[in-house]
């Protein structure tokens, strides 16, 4: 067996491990993910650990600058392949540059099991928030669509038949609602991630006088996860927000099939820009969406990260076992499908052209029977039943003869009247339907949330004002995450200088 010579510190009861093992149990490439929240929280961890006398100032100092220079490092330069986790590198590092006098402080009233969950925790938080942003502007596309499509009037489908027509705005609108329920799911389980795990240790905390209400306030975090026990064991945040991100991807999954099908040549409701669509290598005449095929596609990888996940922790003894370390890859996969997925329909959204042209020449006549129903039950008082029978013995005369519904004669009407009816209110059905033009009828949805024109006009201001709420609400929670930073960074500046500004520049 090959032994590996470079990780290795936690090993004092053990011998050298082969680096076949190290290999195996690794989660170093997923933890590059977290690699710089990890470093953030053992600023914030050792900074506390000064403040309760456990550090001097200036062995914080060297501790600091070893981190900083870790930070700045080029990590493919480093042989990442003999650590166990991201958590041994970074000890190892520290260890490495300040030696062990010092380096060996790091991880005082610490745990890799307390550690791991809080820069998960702190890095989910900030993908939440990330996430929540591309929302908003799908959110804020969703509405641009919807007042630019108020005068469309658009063939709604139950069944994939055609059931009635109402502005298009209205789908647009719906699908707005959809996503807000979304944001606000992502919104609602924010605030159980934003719990701080550390000092819980191992499992059951320290005899060390640890703070962890500074790491907290120092991280950002909105509370304490108490209970020591509770706090390694538990990753139901991770599944929340994995869950949320499921729904929010069938959500896109919907509309993406929507439109897949009102973009073939049968249907031709809408047109996708070149730039967004791709060819066959063998036919010409192609153009594909494949941007939306395959987000109805990924839809499945989240579902799955959720399914791997909820595998995970299905059965695990309480407290921290290995297997937890297997969370990290799904949550990472449904975080980063889900938002490119959001962002992508964001574009598409904003670049799909309506075909008005086709759109009313495919909208069927009959498409108008319900609100024809309604108006025998607004302007005779007939029961809905009975409406319902003579639209449809008019909608069958009409299909038969293939004449419009609103073509057919007095006589015609007077027949179906006195069979359905037993009396004759020809004349009546004969006004009803000489004013039967679908947008007046659309026009006449007076129920709230309807689709008319007015209900849409409606709903379309009051979701302008929400989404301004969204972003507001947003901006705050955002803005915290940046002030911690700048919290933990002034913290430590009378002892290394600008701390996260040069990682900044890197983009981490
Ligand atoms: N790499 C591990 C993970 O991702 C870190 C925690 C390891 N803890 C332990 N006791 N082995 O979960």
Not at 205 to 215: E, F, P, V
Not at 436 to 440: E, I, Q, Y
């Given at each position: 067996?090959?032994?590996?010579?470079?990780g290795?510190?936690?090993?004092?009861?053990?011998?050298?491990?082969?680096?076949e093992a190290?290999?195996?149990?690794?989660?170093?490439?997923?933890?590059l993910?977290?690699?710089?929240e990890?470093?953030e929280c053992?600023?914030?961890h050792?900074?506390?650990?000064?403040?309760?006398?456990?550090i001097?100032?200036e062995q914080l100092?060297?501790?600091?600058e070893?981190l900083?220079?870790?930070?700045?490092?080029?990590?493919?330069q480093?042989?990442?392949?003999?650590?166990?986790?991201v958590?041994e590198?970074?000890?190892?590092?520290?260890?490495?540059?300040?030696?062990?006098?010092?380096?060996g402080?790091?991880?005082?009233?610490?745990?890799?099991n307390?550690?791991?969950?809080?820069?998960?925790?702190?890095?989910?938080?900030?993908?939440?928030?990330?996430?929540?942003?591309e929302?908003?502007?799908?959110?804020?596309?969703?509405?641009k669509k919807a007042?630019?499509t108020?005068?469309?009037?658009?063939?709604?489908?139950t069944?994939?038949?055609?059931?009635?027509a109402?502005?298009?705005?209205?789908?647009?609108?719906?699908?707005?609602d959809?996503?807000?329920?979304?944001?606000n799911?992502?919104s609602?389980?924010?605030k159980?991630?934003?719990q701080n795990?550390l000092g819980?240790?191992?499992?059951?905390?320290?005899?060390?006088?640890?703070?962890?209400?500074?790491?907290?306030?120092?991280?950002?975090?909105d509370g304490?996860v108490?209970n020591?026990?509770?706090?390694?064991?538990?990753?139901d945040?991770?599944l929340?927000?994995?869950?949320?991100?499921?729904?929010?991807?069938?959500?896109l999954?919907?509309?993406m099939?929507?439109?897949i099908i009102?973009?073939?040549?049968?249907y031709?409701?809408?047109?996708?820009?070149d730039?967004l669509?791709?060819?066959?290598?063998?036919m010409?005449?192609?153009?594909?969406?494949?941007?939306?095929?395959?987000?109805?596609?990924?839809?499945?990888?989240?579902?799955?990260?959720?399914?791997?996940?909820s595998?995970?922790?299905?059965?695990?003894?309480s407290?921290?076992?290995r297997?937890?370390?297997?969370?990290k890859?799904?949550?990472?996969?449904a975080?980063?499908?889900?938002?490119?997925?959001v962002?992508i329909?964001?574009?598409?959204?904003?670049?799909?052209?309506?075909?008005?042209?086709?759109?009313?020449?495919?909208t069927?006549?009959?498409i108008?029977?319900l609100?024809i129903?309604e108006?025998?039950?607004?302007?005779?008082r007939?029961p809905?039943r009975?409406?319902h029978?003579l639209?449809?013995?008019?909608v069958?005369?009409?299909?038969?003869?293939?004449?419009?519904m609103?073509g057919?004669?007095?006589?015609?009407l007077?027949?179906?009247?006195?069979?359905v009816l037993?009396?004759?209110?020809?004349s009546?059905?004969?006004?009803?339907?000489r004013e039967?033009?679908?947008?007046?009828l659309?026009?006449?949805?007076?129920?709230?949330?309807?689709?008319?024109?007015?209900?849409?006009?409606k709903?379309?201001?009051?979701?302008e004002?929400?989404?301004?709420?969204?972003?507001?609400m947003?901006?705050?929670?955002?803005?915290?995450?940046?002030?911690?930073?700048?919290?933990?960074?002034?913290?430590?500046?009378?002892l290394?200088?600008?701390?996260?500004?040069?990682a900044?520049?890197?983009?981490?």
């Open positions: 067996m090959e032994h590996d010579v470079g290795g510190i936690y090993r004092s009861r053990l011998g050298p491990v082969s680096s190290t290999r195996y149990v690794s989660s170093i490439r997923e933890d993910w977290i690699f710089s990890d470093i053992t600023v914030a050792d900074f506390m650990l000064m403040e309760q006398g456990y001097t100032e100092k060297r501790i600091l070893a900083k220079r870790l930070r700045d490092e080029d990590l493919s480093l042989d990442l392949e003999k650590y166990e986790d958590h590198l970074i000890e190892s590092y520290v260890v490495k540059q300040a030696g062990l006098e010092v380096g402080l790091v991880h005082t009233a610490r745990s890799r307390d550690q791991v969950v809080t820069a998960v925790r702190l890095k989910t938080r900030r993908e939440v928030l990330s996430i929540m942003g929302l908003l502007k799908l959110e804020e596309t969703l509405l007042r630019e108020v005068d469309i009037v658009f063939p709604f489908y069944h994939l038949q055609q059931a009635q109402a502005p298009l705005s209205h789908y647009f609108l719906g699908y707005f959809m996503f807000l329920r979304d944001f799911r992502l609602e389980s924010f159980r991630v934003n795990p819980s240790v191992a499992i059951v905390g320290s005899s060390l006088k640890i703070d962890r209400s500074l790491t907290t306030r120092l991280l950002g975090f304490i108490e020591s026990f509770d706090a390694v064991s538990s990753r945040f991770a929340e927000v994995v869950s949320n991100l499921n729904i929010l991807m069938l959500n999954s919907r509309i099939e929507d439109l009102w973009l073939t040549s049968e031709g409701f809408f047109t996708l820009p730039e669509a791709f060819p066959s290598s063998a010409p005449n192609k153009k594909n969406p494949c941007i939306l095929e395959l987000t109805r596609a990924r839809t499945g990888r989240v579902f799955s990260s959720l399914a791997q996940l595998m995970v922790c299905k059965a695990v003894p407290g921290y076992v297997d937890l370390q297997e969370t890859p799904p949550l990472i996969e975080i980063e499908t889900t938002r490119e997925a962002r329909v964001r574009i598409v959204l904003e670049n799909l052209e309506e075909n008005r042209e086709r759109i009313r020449s495919l069927e006549p009959s108008i029977a609100d129903a108006r025998i039950v607004e302007e005779a007939v809905f009975l409406a029978r639209v449809g013995e008019i069958k005369l009409s299909v038969k003869t293939g004449r419009r609103t057919l004669t007095e006589d015609d007077k027949e179906i009247s006195l069979h037993g009396r004759d209110i020809s009546l059905l004969a006004s009803i339907l039967a033009d679908t947008s007046v659309v026009s006449k949805r007076v129920s709230l949330g309807a689709g008319s024109p007015e209900a849409d006009a709903m379309l201001a009051a979701r004002k929400t989404l301004q709420e969204c972003y507001s947003l901006g705050l929670m955002a803005q915290k995450d940046r002030e911690a930073r700048m919290l933990l960074e002034y913290s430590v500046s009378r290394v200088k600008g701390f996260f500004s040069s900044a520049e890197k983009g981490l």
